[in-house]
């Protein structure tokens, strides 16, 4: 069986389309390998799926490209598709507003009206993000919860994606299941999230930035245990009446603070951190916590990566990638 992932160059999606081949599936790959960050981390994850062979294929095209996704996805005979490729970042949103237009709400279009047309899909699984809570107070962050304060257009798009979602499930009977990540990091990580960027900072001894002054609190979760989460929401799509779209959260039900991932990061460079305190920066949020309760009951979803385990992980990983 044959599941397309987009975003198969990105973190989260060259760790979902590993664990797929490893499992016996095919998996078709859709990814315009963008220089968001760096090209040669998001070509080195490439080059380790290629070592599957025919298991693996990469479409490269953009997802905002009139008829580029539909077309890969007549072609590939996939009847499922993990739906990953995205423009993330909370602050880069503010400076490239049009950015997050393009590829989260034209580019999710494109996907949901390619799987509504192509007609033998059993299961569109999307990602949204924690960042949908906004300026919710109310801890933890409930799937149940209103969505409708957004701190960052990133937040917007990915909330505004979740009704498109909604709609096409009610309209058109397409099965979906949408995913809030909550703070993900790991081996093969991003480079503009704080594990990579704090690591780096310690190790080359640069002062890293904390905003709000340290006292921000993050439900962290290793990628092993989202990708777990993913492949279970796969395996398990919404049936019954109605409009057939799910969202949970997939977090790992713990919100750290700050400052303690930071001294993990110490703990496994043996390294003393040179912090630069700051002020809360826009469109940012004092924490998040994931409640996890209905992920747990309706997907069997159990994160089992606590920070003290998964910092040691990435900054092992990080070592040997940058050769340090």
């Not at 993913?230 to 799509?237: C, E, G, K, N, T």
């Not at 713990?254 to 809360?280: C, D, H, Q, W």
């Not at 990983?317 to 940058?322: E, G, I, S, T």
Request: net charge neutral; with cysteine; aromatic share 10%.
């Amino acid at each position: 069986m044959t599941v397309l992932v987009t975003g198969a160059a990105g973190f989260i999606g060259s760790h979902v389309s590993e664990a797929l081949i490893a499992r016996g599936e095919r998996v078709v790959g859709f990814d315009v390998v963008n220089a968001y960050y760096d090209p040669k981390l998001k070509q080195a994850r490439l080059d380790r799926l290629a070592r599957h062979g025919e298991a693996f294929r990469l479409v490269k095209a953009p997802l905002e490209e009139d008829g580029a996704f539909a077309r890969a996805l007549a072609e590939s005979g996939a009847d499922r598709v993990v739906h990953l490729a995205a423009q993330a970042g909370v602050r880069h949103s503010i400076e490239h507003p049009g950015d997050y237009i393009r590829s989260n709400l034209i580019g999710h279009f494109n996907v949901v009206e390619a799987c509504r047309r192509h007609g033998a899909i059993r299961h569109l699984v999307y990602a949204s993000s924690s960042s949908v809570y906004g300026g919710n107070t109310k801890l933890p962050f409930s799937v149940d919860d209103k969505v409708d304060s957004p701190v960052s257009l990133y937040a917007a798009t990915k909330a505004a994606d979740e009704l498109i979602s909604h709609s096409y499930s009610h309209l058109y009977g397409l099965p979906q299941t949408g995913l809030r990540f909550f703070t993900v990091y790991g081996p093969w990580g991003r480079p503009d999230m704080s594990a990579y960027i704090f690591t780096r900072a310690v190790l080359e001894g640069r002062p890293i930035q904390v905003f709000n002054n340290g006292d921000m609190k993050r439900d962290f979760t290793y990628v092993d245990d989202i990708v777990a989460g993913i492949i279970a929401a796969l395996d398990r799509p919404p049936a019954g009446a109605g409009a057939r779209h799910r969202r949970y959260n997939l977090g790992n039900h713990r919100s750290e603070p700050l400052m303690r991932f930071i001294g993990e990061i110490e703990r496994a460079t043996n390294r003393k951190a040179v912090i630069e305190f700051l002020p809360m920066q826009p469109g940012d949020v004092k924490e998040t916590y994931a409640d996890i309760e209905a992920s747990r009951r309706d997907l069997g979803f159990e994160p089992k990566t606590p920070i003290d385990e998964g910092i040691p992980r990435f900054v092992d990983w990080f070592r040997k990638y940058h050769g340090v």
